[in-house]
């Protein structure tokens, strides 16, 4: 892939994320669900996370990054339906937490994620996900990036405005699930 001048690659398991970005020079992005007892692990080899769904998790990031001299871009995760055990902050909630992480010292707040649930129809997922993003950027104009999209939903993803996409399945086969 870096032959090709790809430069940003992603990665949603901590572990595979440390190994991989000593192997591979580029920009690392961390897409998995958060854990606080992983975050300093993550903190030291990514350079966005893409799933800040708490304000502890910032704070914490905040002090971990500080102790590495680093900054780190986040995105704030949203969560469309609000279902236990998915992760992601509420519409209704995005720009209060983006209020409280926004000032964080070593945090750089980038944008929002959303992996709509399986549920949604595609279209229906990537319209209200680009609603709330624009109502976003109204708040937060330099918080304009939005991870939105996987390898069986990109294109209609890009089209609501997702400026970040998450095909390795795509790319590189699936993988076996490891919970």
């Known amino acids: 892939m870096q032959s090709l001048g790809v430069t940003n690659f992603g990665e949603n398991r901590s572990e595979e994320g440390i190994e991989k970005s000593a192997q591979v020079a580029g920009i690392w992005h961390f897409q998995g669900q958060v854990q606080s007892r992983k975050l300093r692990d993550i903190a030291s080899w990514a350079t966005f996370i893409h799933s800040i769904d708490s304000s502890d998790h910032a704070e914490k990031l905040s002090r971990i990054c500080a102790e590495l001299d680093k900054e780190i871009s986040i995105f704030l995760q949203l969560s469309l339906d609000g279902a236990v055990g998915r992760g992601g902050v509420a519409a209704s909630g995005v720009i209060a937490l983006a209020e409280k992480v926004s000032d964080l010292p070593n945090i750089k707040l980038a944008g929002l994620m959303c992996v709509p649930p399986v549920t949604y129809e595609h279209q229906r997922a990537f319209s209200e996900i680009a609603k709330i993003h624009q109502g976003f950027i109204a708040s937060f104009p ?35 699930y490891h919970p």
């Open 142 to 176: 330099t918080a304009n990036l939005l991870s939105a999209g996987m390898s069986s939903d990109f294109e209609v993803a890009i089209a609501h405005g997702a400026t970040h996409i998450r095909v390795g399945s795509q790319i590189l086969g699936s993988r076996p």
